[in-house]
């Protein structure tokens, strides 16, 4: 059964680092993408980026382009999500998200992680 | 690259058929076949209803379908049930590696 399991809540002071994690279980965690997505309160989806964990090969939003970092870390199949300094703008649940197809075609997610509540404030 | 999109809201009786659009231009929903739908109870994970414009996952009933007309998909809901009330939201490959959702739809069983 694939799954994704993501870390808990977190509760972070502007201008903290922030690393969240999402770990695969149930398939090959190197042959898929890995996608993130942010939802902030009351709000819709937002697309952050993907990044395939084979060999590290990210995409980003232009939205999110500097202010996240995604990485992963095979040997664990987990990915992560990070931030050097947050804001009180980046209070939002996030999702890791698996997509339908493995390889090429990354743009459609059928696994969702049950998202992390980051919460930034001072 | 901004969002797409959709109507705030959108309503029908049980048993109904009821249909959201999504709004793009030919840089992303014209321009290619990826389109996907999603639904999100509240407090819950979003769950992919629709992929590729008209495929639907195993476990998704088949009153669900999508279509693309030009820069607008559309995603019907066929005999509404309680348990379809719920945010709905459109995304599309946008190229440049670049993926975008819609601003969501809140559909409303009477």
């Known amino acids: 059964e694939v799954q994704l399991v993501q870390s808990g809540a977190e509760v972070k002071k502007p201008g903290e680092s922030l690393k969240i994690s999402c770990k695969a279980s149930?398939?090959?965690?190197?042959?898929?993408?890995i996608g993130w997505v942010r939802q902030m309160p009351g709000k819709g989806l937002e697309w952050i980026g993907i990044i395939f964990p084979d060999d590290s090969d990210t995409k980003y939003s232009p939205s999110f382009q500097g202010q996240v970092t995604l990485s992963a870390d095979k040997s664990i199949s987990t990915a992560y999500l990070q931030w050097s300094s947050l804001k009180a703008s980046d209070t939002a649940m996030y999702y890791c998200?698996?997509?339908?197809?493995?390889?090429?075609?990354?743009?459609?997610?059928?696994?969702w992680g049950q998202g992390i509540l980051v919460t930034v404030s001072s | 690259q901004s969002a797409l999109t959709q109507p705030p809201s959108a309503s029908g009786s049980p048993g109904q058929s009821v249909t959201i659009s999504c709004t793009g231009t030919s840089s992303d929903v014209g321009g290619y076949k990826y389109v996907s739908w999603y639904q999100q109870h509240p407090g819950k994970a979003p769950r992919l209803m629709i992929f590729e414009v008209n495929k639907r996952p195993s476990g998704v009933p088949d009153r669900f379908s999508g279509s693309k007309s030009g820069n607008t998909a559309s995603l019907t809901v066929s005999g509404l049930q309680a348990e379809d009330e719920a945010d709905y939201y459109c995304?599309?490959?946008?190229?440049?590696?670049?993926?975008?959702f819609g601003g969501g739809t809140k559909l409303t069983v009477l």
């Open positions: 998200a698996r997509p339908v197809f493995s390889g090429g075609n990354p743009w459609h997610f059928d696994y």
């Open positions: 149930g398939y090959s965690f190197t042959t898929y993408w």
């Open positions: 995304s599309s490959y946008a190229g440049s590696n670049n993926l975008i």
